[in-house]
């Protein structure tokens, strides 16, 4: 393999692992929306300072599933009570912590069609996040190949062709992020 093959083998892979990065993170900020069901990665961002150190929640509780409404937090540390109940009060999650000094309790009230539909236009605009994420990355690699066609490493027709090859991915990947959010609409909206 000649080491122009090599460098554009590179910026290629380089370029999957972005848009498959970006995929990731967009399925990650979609985990913490609230559907209307307990799910337990709405409390992923939370932190709470333990010992001076900012340390996200499950680190320091045990954090279950009750049933389809509601969630339970079991600090490890029965210290850490009243600061957990403050952070999720402060927190964008909209549930309002109740706790008995030992266990607190977050109840999910059932979703109105106001904040499903407010809901519904977050996720679209963390799919529209995602999407300019993955057009970033294929910017990036364009740039790179350009180069080394500037440079005189690959030729014209090379360069063609991976474009086309880049453009397919793209389009791969923005159609997988259109049925991901198609899911999660379907699920904030289900009553």
Same mark, same amino acid.
């Given at each position: ?9 590179m ?7 972005g848009l498959?990065?970006?995929v990731a ?7 913490s929306?609230?559907?209307? $069901? ?16 900012p340390?996200?929640l ?8 009750v049933?389809a409404?509601q969630i339970a937090i ?8 009243k600061?957990i109940?403050k952070?999720?009060?402060?927190s964008?999650?909209?549930i309002?912590p109740?706790?008995?000094? $030992? ?11 106001e ?5 519904v236009?977050?996720?679209k ?9 993955? $057009?970033?990355?294929? $910017?990036?690699a ?13 030729t ?6 991976l474009?086309?090859?880049?453009q ?6 923005t ?10 609409e379907k ?5």
């Open positions: 393999m000649s080491i122009q093959n090599e460098q554009v083998d910026i290629l892979l380089e370029y999957e692992e498959e990065k970006a993170h967009y399925e990650s900020e979609l985990q929306i609230r559907a209307g $069901r307990a799910n337990p990665h709405i409390l992923d961002k939370i932190k709470v300072d333990y010992y001076g150190t340390t996200p499950y680190q320091v509780s045990n954090i279950t599933v049933d409404r079991t600090p490890w540390d029965q210290s850490l009570v600061a109940v952070e999720i009060a402060a964008d999650i909209g309002n109740a706790d008995d000094g $030992r266990i607190i309790r977050l109840n999910f009230p059932p979703l109105t069609e904040r499903r539909r407010e809901l236009k977050t996720t605009k963390y799919c529209e996040d995602a999407k300019i994420a993955c $057009r970033n990355e294929r $910017r990036d364009l740039e790179k190949l350009k180069r080394m066609k500037k440079d005189s490493i690959i014209e027709d090379d360069l063609s062709g474009e086309k090859d880049i397919k991915s793209l389009d791969k990947t159609a997988k992020i259109d049925a991901i959010i198609e899911e999660k699920e904030i909206m289900q009553i």
